[in-house]
């Protein structure tokens, strides 16, 4: 009886002190009023005003590289937007479009919350796992916290006393303690949870509601490899042990659908069979009416989103109403309005912002911006981002559930043909043939994947393909190019990827002496690194035949290879931020790619090196790329976003 008074206070005590919403991070937001809306647009580098009132747009403002996140200041009209790309928070005032600081900040700036009274901006950093809190009067970084691995979601409690923050690849929630900087804790959910973009907040109850999937590696099929989930974290307190010699211990937070003390601290709701038998794809972005009494849900890969009853009982959460309510392309982004009469979703690849009533009757378009760069390359990320047919047939899986916006999935896959790591796509245009076992030549290949057990769809070209005889390289010998004005703008979508610099380096073009140290090793003729990792992308790659692999002895532990343990050199770029490495995964760091998983010398002569010259070497591999590489190399596809094109 006294273990649940007291977890009865606990959340009478939680409730009591969270009022109103926590702001959580977006791509939208809408002013306190509800008068006005920001829309940031990753593709353009512009911020849009929209008049709601009225829902025509007030002005495009041009802010930077990959704005990814945006939110009001107080009451407005500053506001501030995160430069994915440009490593920046920018501040600007929406009434006049003016800029008033492009404040450098750590790299992959993404989600971005403001305090109430507009004194304190707090921003997450993708790759460093960081929390950037900003002081809005001086414009400047006044404390760097550290959040997880890969964070992205952002939420600040209504007592502004807690941030809590997702981390992209793991799922997990974290809690963080604004007082002390620390993490407090944290929601851990299944193992298999991945691409958690974005965390909400319940305005009177202490719960969480986090979008993301589930890669399921050990099953290659379009019907059982990724999934759509929607976590509920419950954010009381865990209860605590009883005092011993060593204090009041906390006790760890359970694993998923576990109780602790009668409570389940998180719990994940499949959203295929929330819906019966309708698939929906690619969880994005969750919003709340501001009663509480209604809960959306979108999904990006199917075009489509849930409205929902909430459900005050600890267990069921959220309810269906009706079904899924087709709505536009790509949504990554949804709001409601102050009064809870209008619901505003951002749809991506439409350039606009649909309003809806809360029934999601749909009663406007504003459009935001011009669509950006070319039509095929617009096209090729319509495609790239959809799970519909022809693509697919059951709507289970796109491209983009994988590689997310040309990122990798940070998962290794146990393919048919042997283990495999996602890759990323950023410079791919200079880096065929494609794969780890260099068995496509063109992007267009993937009409293979498109086809296969993976997908399942259609095709993108009328009529046949070659037939493929088990793991032999039919794509090779099949030119896919030039057939499908669809498969060719995915193409040239897929190939537009650039890397930026390094995070890791003091200035562009410029190395941190150890790293300079490093390359001196990296260049060694007794070392042998830049005998395969060569040229400017640090890759041997080439489409001259014979294509160049190489048997370097990481292929040698997985029984499952089926194409031989020969590969195609991967490229050294954006290494830093592409852990785990080697195609199967094994090595956890650089470090260990250059000494345990290096067994023999066969993946360069390193076992000879000093701790010290290892050590270096690390750090040059973490500064790649410090320069920009080349845009056009002897090995560049015609398939691409041209230069000179628009942009």
Not at 27 to 34: A, F, M, Y
Not at 267 to 286: I, K, L, Q, R
Not at 294 to 318: L, W
Not at 619 to 646: H, M
């Amino acid at each position: 009886m006294h273990r649940h008074f007291f977890a009865a206070m606990i959340t009478l005590v939680f409730a009591a002190n969270q009022v109103l919403a926590g702001t959580s991070s977006s791509l939208l937001d809408v002013s306190p009023d509800g008068s006005r809306l920001l829309v940031a647009n990753p593709d353009n580098g512009t911020v849009t005003v929209i008049d709601a009132v009225k829902r025509e747009v007030l002005r495009e403002i041009p802010v930077g590289s990959k704005p990814e996140g945006v939110a009001w200041i107080g009451n407005g009209p500053r506001a501030a937007v995160t430069l994915f790309a440009g490593s920046a928070v920018v501040f600007f005032d929406a009434a006049t479009g003016q800029i008033s600081k492009k404040l450098a900040v750590k790299a992959e700036p993404y989600g971005i919350v403001a305090d109430k009274t507009g004194g304190r901006v707090w921003v997450t950093h993708d790759y460093l796992g960081l929390v950037s809190e900003i002081d809005v009067a001086q414009e400047s970084v006044v404390r760097e916290i550290p959040a997880g691995s890969f964070t992205r979601g952002l939420a600040v409690s209504a007592d502004e006393k807690r941030l809590y923050v997702t981390e992209f690849y793991t799922g997990i929630l974290n809690a963080i303690d604004l007082d002390s900087g620390q993490i407090v804790d944290s929601w851990k959910g299944h193992s298999t949870d991945n691409l958690c973009r974005q965390v909400a907040l319940h305005p009177t109850r202490p719960k969480a509601y986090l979008p993301h999937i589930r890669s399921i590696i050990k099953t290659i099929d379009g019907a059982g490899s990724i999934f759509p989930q929607m976590s509920v974290c419950d954010l009381k307190p865990p209860p605590r042990t009883p005092p011993s010699q060593g204090g009041d211990q906390r006790v760890s937070p359970p694993s998923q659908g576990e109780d602790q003390g009668g409570v389940r601290r998180r719990v994940s709701f499949g959203m295929d069979t929330f819906n019966g038998v309708y698939v929906v794809t690619n969880p994005w972005e969750v919003a709340l009416s501001p009663d509480a009494k209604r809960f959306y849900i979108i999904y990006a890969g199917t075009n489509d989103m849930n409205v929902c009853d909430v459900i005050d009982d600890d267990y069921k959460e959220i309810e269906r109403v009706g079904n899924a309510v087709t709505i536009g392309k790509n949504p990554r982004a949804i709001r409601v309005s102050p009064d809870g009469k209008s619901v505003y979703v951002y749809h991506a690849m439409d350039f606009a912002v649909g309003v809806y009533t809360p029934s999601m009757q749909k009663v406007a378009t504003i459009k935001t911006c011009a669509p950006p760069k070319t039509p095929e390359w617009v096209l090729g990320k319509v495609l790239f981002n959809t799970a519909l047919p022809p693509l697919t047939s059951r709507r289970w899986i796109a491209c983009s559930s994988c590689h997310p916006d040309g990122l990798h999935d940070a998962r290794v896959w146990n393919n048919p043909e042997g283990m495999r790591k996602t890759t990323a796509l950023m410079g791919m245009a200079h880096t065929h043939p494609l794969h780890w076992s260099a068995d496509r030549d063109e992007v267009q290949d993937f009409e293979y994947t498109i086809r296969g057990k993976l997908m399942g769809g259609f095709g993108l070209i009328a009529g046949p393909i070659h037939g493929k005889k088990g793991f032999e390289k039919a794509e090779l010998e099949d030119k896919t190019s030039g057939r499908s004005k669809d498969l060719d703008a995915m193409a040239i979508y897929c190939n537009s990827f650039d890397f930026p610099l390094s995070p890791h380096i003091p200035a562009p073009g410029k190395l941190a002496p150890a790293a300079e140290r490093g390359k001196a090793v990296f260049f060694r003729s007794d070392v042998g690194c830049a005998t395969c990792h060569s040229g400017p992308y640090y890759t041997d790659s080439s489409l001259q035949k014979p294509y160049k692999i190489h048997d370097v002895g990481t292929g040698r532990d997985d029984p499952t290879e089926k194409m031989g343990a020969a590969y195609d050199t991967p490229t050294l770029l954006g290494i830093y931020r592409t852990a785990p490495y080697l195609h199967t995964g094994k090595a956890k760091t650089l470090l260990e790619v250059l000494t345990t998983q290096n067994k023999g010398d066969k993946h360069g002569k390193t076992s000879h090196l000093a701790k010290g010259e290892l050590d270096d070497l690390v750090q040059f591999l973490k500064s790649l790329p410090y320069e920009p590489p080349p845009d056009v190399t002897p090995n560049t596809v015609s398939y691409r976003l041209q230069p000179g094109k628009k942009e």
